[in-house]
């Protein structure tokens, strides 16, 4: 996953009844915990180096850019995540 970009049918909430993050999909639901969030909110077709760089500027003890390489696939093994288009 190059530059990934959530699918059309998934989306991001924030819950305020439950104050949690959740990714949002016609099969269910994620709760996230917030680098979780952090990340999802930046699936906007940027490069990951780029979403990489963006977290580490927002977070002072940012994920690693390994975790975040295997959070996205996971992602994407679900379904939730498409490469952008060039």
Request: aromatic fraction near 6%.
């Amino acid at each position: 996953m190059r530059r990934p970009l959530l699918v059309r049918h998934a989306r991001y909430r924030w819950d305020a009844l439950r104050s949690q993050h959740q990714l949002l999909f016609p099969e269910g639901m994620l709760v996230l915990n917030d680098s979780g969030a952090a990340i999802v909110r930046l699936c906007d077709g940027r490069t990951v180096g780029d979403l990489v760089a963006a977290l580490g500027e927002a977070f002072a003890e940012a994920p690693p850019p390994g975790e975040v390489d295997e959070f996205l696939g996971r992602l994407a093994q679900k379904g939730l995540l498409r490469d952008a288009d060039p």
